[in-house]
């Protein structure tokens, strides 16, 4: 097993950082809090019976903050602070200093924190107290627990890194590499036996020189005269090419994912295996939540004995992105549950395979019916009174009946009637809407008020009843409108004060979704989310919008946001079924929101917004593969806005969306208005080629919603004069870069009076702003 969940079973960690931060925890307390969540795992791992535990898999916040810490990779910026100051001011940033950015890890949906690496960046090991993998790996032993400490690959950490135009993180190389040896050989004179590098960025396309640099760390680490075993992990994929180059070397274990990468046992066989040496056979999904098919499972690894010295059973990756015990969730239907597997219960799917896979006893076939088959009690899920005993056929049969109506309408609808020109529908909606050049807007989300907070856990409690919340906001919708009127914006949006999360909140209103109750999973720092379990066909019993957005459009003259969440963001952040290709769940989605967009359209609602953050989410890690996703991924969501008037505004909001593939496919949406991320520093500018990737209307950020730090009005009045030189005013949109929910609400207030007032300026100036040089950014 290559790691596990970090945040506790009720998100311990989270409320621990929260007290600290707001300054009733000190750092003691919060130590403390870690530490107890540690050696609760460590002791839990052991009891399963597992033979070799992961240590330095717990971060107070993100991984890649730990490792750059670790080896000292810390910006002069944040030099003047100290411990853990300096730690969460790299994360979330203070007194005006920018954090760290984030990017996605490996089509997790995970946000990891970007290291930053130039030229005057000087590796070196930190202190020995502070040497984090060597501490907790004394911590355990002190509690009579052997582990494997885990470190980030060189390579991964190298390649992930930011950095200046023109400087390769990669040429640091060697000094990283000296800063691993001299940690290599800590813990191999503390006792540790193995140590375990993750190297996820080899699941990707590596170019000769990479896949060089990779043969280059691991001859060097391996030829170490005192250090501990290595154990090579990949994970998300087929590593292709870079499996002879690992197997060149002398790692004692490679781990590879045969549940992503089905294609690295035909991989293995063609270099003649690993013989004399151990592989780690990632069999049991670590990114999903559905039982492991025993039977599927140990053919694979059969499969592999003749191809390694020794075969062990382990995770596809680490378990950091599944839930964490299925057993804390006892009210889900029981045709679901018995094909659940959550963090805790993957833990003995691997032993007990392993146990099979040695013929310390046998695995009893799974007999459960697709999709998603369950693994039978034989294979060791440990029983307890909250688990069920298997559903009778009845029962799977209702919970998993195809839905023969939606898929008959998806078959008439085909690609569904493409909309007219974006030219003929922007003079349509120009008519329809009198907006001026620069139209200022939010992307949606606004903070909830302490009131609707207390509303939603009065509700939950049974304190008041659903007319008592429903009150509750509705005031908030009222406050939230008054409020960008006096701001002075154009087009308005609701807030969301109903909606606890942008995917669940959809997700309880359609058929075909499940819902947990402590099923968390941190998707960046102390943001955690509960992904809701996609189980069978999806369809919509009712209207889920409508209601909210018809409300806060007759509060106000001016034009009110519908907004929704994107068919592959609902797809890409929920435990999806695997029986079906993903393309054709998608366009089960497609089809409830089309429904919903006719709806909203229907009732007065002429703008109408699909958020699709997660679009980059999903696409696929290998160059190979990514055009055949995009065209499914953009087919969606024409479907979804297929057959709608031209006077019918559709946005969309995309976060991370720098990558090449994505802006090339991001006008094959065919939305009205697309807003992106700009303001962020790894995003970089619009501007040149890429604005024309645009067909329609576009909304680069203006300044970083993700920071506390607020731009006056002349840095943001230039940002637009940059981007007016690329995008023409009757095109571009005035917007932050994305929702206001994590935000304080003074800063809410100043950045989005400046922002107004920015436009305004521009917008006077018009068309002279066109011709005038650009402070740049």
């Known amino acids: 097993m290559l790691g596990y969940p970090r945040i506790g079973p009720r998100c311990e960690l989270r409320s621990a950082t929260e007290e600290y931060w707001a300054g009733r925890l000190d750092a003691e307390g919060l130590l403390e809090v870690g530490a107890r969540l540690r050696g609760s795992v460590w002791t839990d791992l052991r009891a399963a019976g597992l033979d070799q535990i992961p240590s330095n898999t717990f971060s107070l916040y993100d991984h890649l903050l730990d490792a750059a810490v670790l080896v000292d990779a810390v910006p002069e910026r944040f030099r003047h602070l100290d411990g853990l100051d300096a730690y969460f001011a790299m994360a979330r940033g203070a007194d005006g200093i920018p954090g760290l950015a984030t990017d996605e890890w490996f089509g997790t949906g995970y946000q990891h924190l970007v290291p930053e690496i130039g030229p005057g960046t000087r590796f070196r090991l930190a202190a020995a107290g502070r040497a984090k993998p060597l501490a907790e790996y004394l911590e355990a ?44 050989e800590r813990l191999s004179g503390a006792g540790a036996t193995w140590v375990q590098f993750d190297e996820p960025a080899l699941a990707c396309d590596r170019n000769s020189r990479e896949l060089a640099a990779l043969g280059h760390a691991y001859r060097r680490l391996a030829a170490l005269p005192s250090r501990p075993r290595l154990l090579v992990s990949t994970g998300f994929g087929e590593i292709g090419d870079a499996l002879p180059v690992l197997a060149a070397t002398q790692v004692e274990a490679i781990g590879l994912d045969f549940v992503a990468g089905p294609g690295n046992l035909e991989a293995l066989a063609s270099i003649g295996g690993l013989p004399l040496r151990t592989l780690v056979a990632g069999v049991v999904d670590g990114r999903n939540v559905w039982r492991t098919d025993p039977r599927q499972a140990l053919a694979t690894c059969a499969s592999l004995l003749g191809l390694a010295g020794e075969v062990t059973v382990s995770t596809s990756c680490s378990l950091r992105h599944v839930p964490l015990d299925l057993d804390a969730e006892p009210d889900l239907d029981p045709g679901l549950r018995a094909r659940l597997s959550f963090a805790r219960q993957k833990v003995d799917e691997v032993v007990a395979l392993g146990r099979a896979l040695r013929q310390e006893r046998p695995a009893t076939p799974s007999h459960a019916t697709a999709p998603n088959p369950p693994v039978s009690d034989a294979t060791g899920h440990r029983p307890t009174a909250a688990r069920p005993h298997a559903p009778d056929h009845d029962t799977v049969a209702r919970l998993y009946a195809p839905d023969h109506r939606v898929r008959a309408r998806l078959d008439a609808l085909g690609k569904g009637r493409p909309r007219a ?18 139209a200022t807007t939010t992307i949606g ?48 949006v609701h807030g969301e004060p109903e909606r606890e999360d942008m995917v669940r909140y959809f997700a309880e209103r359609l058929r075909g979704f499940a819902l947990t109750r402590h099923g968390w999973v941190q998707a960046s720092g102390t943001h955690y989310v509960r992904p809701p379990i996609l189980y069978g066909d999806v369809s919509r019993p009712a209207p889920m919008t409508v209601r909210w957005a018809t409300y806060a459009q007759s509060r106000t003259d001016r034009p009110v946001k519908g907004v929704l969440t994107g068919p592959v963001t609902l797809l890409a952040r929920s435990y999806a079924r695997t029986d079906l290709p993903r393309a054709d769940i998608a366009r089960q989605l497609s089809l409830a929101l089309r429904d919903e967009i006719h709806d909203l359209q229907a009732a007065g609602i002429g703008i109408i917004q699909i958020d699709e953050p997660a679009l980059r989410e999903l696409l696929p890690l290998r160059q190979a593969q990514r055009a055949f996703y995009l065209s499914w991924a953009t087919g969606v969501f024409r479907l979804a806005t297929s057959g709608i008037a031209d006077t019918t505004q559709i946005h969309t909001h995309i976060c991370q969306s720098w990558s090449e593939d994505v802006l090339a496919a991001i006008g094959a949406l065919d939305a009205d208005v697309t807003s992106v991320e700009s303001a962020r520093p790894r995003m970089g500018p619009l501007s040149g080629p890429r604005a024309a990737l645009f067909r329609g209307g576009v909304g680069p950020g203006v300044y970083d919603s993700r920071s506390h730090r607020v731009p006056g009005v002349e840095e943001m009045a230039d940002a637009l004069r940059h981007l007016l030189r690329s995008v023409g005013p009757d095109r571009l949109w005035v917007n932050p870069d994305c929702g206001l929910r994590t935000r304080e609400p003074a800063e809410i207030e100043s950045a989005l009076r400046n922002m107004v007032a920015a436009a305004a300026r521009v917008r006077a100036a018009l068309p002279a702003a066109l011709d005038q040089p650009s402070g740049g950014r």
């Open 421 to 438: 020109e974006w030219a003929v529908r922007s003079a349509a909606q120009r008519r329809a809407f009198g907006l001026p050049d620069l």
């Open 445 to 492: 989300s606004f903070p909830p008020s302490e009131r609707v907070l207390r509303a939603r856990a009065d509700l939950r409690d049974g304190l008041i009843d659903e007319a008592g919340y429903e009150r509750a906001v509705r005031d908030e919708i009222d406050r939230v409108i008054a409020f960008q009127e006096r701001l002075g914006l154009d087009v308005l």
């Open 141 to 184: 032993r002190a509690l009579g627990v052997e582990t494997r400490p885990v470190l980030v690959g060189p390579l991964t950490f190298l390649l992930l890194a930011a950095s200046p135009a023109g400087f390769r993180p990669l040429d640091l190389l060697d000094d990283l590499i000296e800063v691993y040896a001299e940690l290599l």
